[in-house]
């Protein structure tokens, strides 16, 4: 089986919804992992959209998607290649707060249990390494088809993009670029 992905790479200081904005670029959304047609001119356009298995294990026509330009410290943390040394002090300092708050909060009840933690904590930071904070980094949303998208589609959602104004409660996503990714899913059937 082959299918497209059409990507939209983000820069990781904006978050937006990839069911909204897979809404706004093809008119296509989902519900209950079946596609939905929320605007029927732009939808038509897109006739060849498909659903994939998101993250979360749910048919869905877009997802959030690995962003080659970054990676993840693995506590939250976003950085471009080059500044591995920034990106492990801010793992190491995550751990060491994450177990001063568990001290903090367990030190009345059980200041064992309290301590404990907070030394565990603190010699999992002391021990982190370059090669533990090499995570890939979803800040791209990724826009799943049956076929190639066309050239004509291709510029469409480019253009939709750059017009895309989120819910309230999300910035305005930066732009870094588009690309094309394509699947194949191969099987190998054996007599026996």
């Not at 992992?33 to 749910?58: A, M, P, W």
């Not at 390494?129 to 998208?149: Q, R």
């Not at 253009?159 to 990714?181: M, N, T």
Request: with cysteine.
């Amino acid at each position: 089986m082959t299918y497209w992905g059409f990507v939209i790479d983000i820069a990781p200081t904006t978050v937006t919804d990839s069911t909204d904005f897979c809404a706004h670029l093809t008119g296509w959304s989902d519900d209950a992992e079946c596609l939905v047609v929320v605007d029927e001119e732009l939808s038509l356009q897109f006739h060849n959209i498909t659903s994939q298995r998101d993250s979360k294990g749910y048919l869905r026509p877009s997802d959030v998607f690995p962003n080659p330009s970054y990676l993840n410290n693995g506590m939250g943390f976003i950085y471009k290649t080059g500044e591995e040394s920034l990106a492990l002090e801010k793992k190491k300092q995550s751990l060491i707060d994450y177990g001063k708050n568990i001290f903090n909060s367990y030190v009345g009840r059980s200041p064992d249990y309290a301590k404990s933690e907070k030394d565990r904590f603190e010699a999992e930071a002391a021990s982190q390494t370059l090669d533990t904070i090499t995570f890939e980094a979803y800040t791209s949303i990724i826009i799943y088809f049956a076929s190639e998208p066309t050239p004509e589609q291709t510029d469409i959602m480019k253009s939709r993009a750059e017009s895309f104004v989120p819910a309230e409660y999300y910035q305005k996503p930066i732009i870094e670029g588009f690309r094309l990714v394509k699947f194949v899913e191969t099987q190998e059937i054996r007599a026996v």
